[in-house]
């Protein structure tokens, strides 16, 4: 008795099953996968934040006068388009945190109360 026979049969059924497999595991990740993340179209002017390109006027607010910015954190906030007191007093919890995980501050805006401050800082601008 010759056992050949069997061998090319059985080697395409599992050639077969193995392309099947293939075919079903590509199918189900395309329709069940992650999908990748929608690359955002806006920079600087995420109006979301209220970020701006330029200040407003041509000229940005002293945003030193808030309590623990400084010179260096000051360009950085520019660099992100942040110019002025109001951009900062509007922030709501969900754009200070969209802030701080852009910046990397780990809950510095809330610790140095920067919205109360900005707020307090426009209305001294006011009088």
């Known amino acids: 008795m010759n056992p050949t026979p069997h061998i090319i049969p059985s080697a395409?059924?599992?050639?077969a099953a193995f392309v099947?497999?293939?075919l079903i595991g590509y199918a189900a990740k395309r329709l069940f996968g992650p999908r990748p993340a929608?690359?955002?179209?806006?920079s600087r002017g995420d109006q979301a934040l209220?970020?701006?390109?330029?200040?407003?006027?041509?000229t940005p607010d002293d945003l030193k006068k808030i309590k623990g910015i400084g010179p260096k954190l000051e360009s950085?906030?520019?660099e992100n388009g942040v110019f002025h007191f109001h951009q900062i007093?509007?922030?709501n919890a969900r754009e200070i945190?969209?802030?701080?995980?852009?910046?990397?501050?780990r809950g510095r805006i809330e610790r140095e109360k920067w919205v109360?401050?900005?707020?307090?800082?426009m209305k001294d601008a006011e009088r």
């Open 12 to 15: 395409l059924l599992l050639l």
């Open 20 to 22: 099947i497999g293939c």
């Open 38 to 42: 929608p690359v955002s179209t806006t």
């Open 50 to 58: 209220g970020l701006l390109d330029a200040p407003l006027g041509g």
């Open 76 to 78: 950085t906030l520019h």
């Open 89 to 91: 007093a509007a922030w």
């Open 97 to 105: 945190a969209a802030m701080n995980d852009r910046l990397s501050f």
């Open 116 to 121: 109360s401050q900005a707020q307090a800082l």
